[in-house]
């Protein structure tokens, strides 16, 4: 997901993350949606399926309707409605600006860790990254830094949904799995085809 589509750069970043995505994911395609549409915000825009074929070139311009605000849990709620039966989940969000709903969403994370300490939710993870000089980076740190209270999956790992980069500091794209990938292996080219990796 991305929030201010005019912004070429912006557009660039978000590209090349779901050219990336839709490289893992079974059939070729990743989703795509702006967030922090409509007033205050709250409302989210489908811009439907990215295809590998499409490169880095998403055929979309500027959301219908940008407007002050900036939430992120109706975006976050979003996939979790969208993919709820999903094995695992990556999503991606690129944000250019501070969040006005940061209590919201982690206590909508808090929920979404629970599912995953229950065995209800597959392995899911959020990376944000932040871009430009508008970036609330202590938002990104409390995000990043979160406490799950100890929740653990059932095969024993500790629930950690987000990862939060400013893309100044990324050395490369694709470092932005870094902490998806561990000892286990958790992302595999061409997953399962009920697998889901989305692009935000």
């Not at 311009?61 to 039966?85: D, Q, W």
């Not at 970036?135 to 990104?140: A, K, L, N, S, T």
């Not at 799995?177 to 935000?200: H, K, L, M």
Request: proline share 4%; with cysteine; net charge negative.
């Amino acid at each position: 997901m991305f929030r201010k589509p005019e912004h070429n750069v912006m557009q660039v970043v978000a590209g090349s993350m779901a050219q990336m995505l839709a490289d893992f994911d079974s059939d070729g395609n990743t989703s795509v949606i702006y967030w922090a549409c409509g007033v205050g915000g709250a409302a989210i825009e489908i811009v439907g399926r990215h295809g590998l074929n499409q490169g880095t070139n998403i055929p979309i311009h500027r959301a219908k309707e940008i407007r002050t605000g900036t939430r992120l849990a109706p975006a976050v709620s979003y996939f979790m409605e969208k993919f709820p039966n999903a094995p695992w989940g990556i999503f991606v969000i690129v944000t250019d600006g501070r969040l006005d709903d940061l209590e919201e969403v982690k206590e909508l994370s808090l929920e979404i860790g629970r599912q995953m300490a229950a065995g209800t939710r597959g392995f899911t993870k959020f990376v944000l990254i932040g871009l430009g000089a508008e970036v609330d980076v202590d938002q990104m740190g409390e995000l990043d830094d979160m406490d799950y209270g100890g929740l653990k999956t059932p095969d024993g790992e500790q629930v950690d949904i987000w990862d939060a980069r400013n893309a100044a500091e990324m050395d490369t794209l694709d470092s932005v799995f870094d902490e998806c990938v561990g000892e286990n292996s958790i992302i595999a080219p061409r997953p399962p085809c009920q697998t889901r990796q989305e692009t935000s």
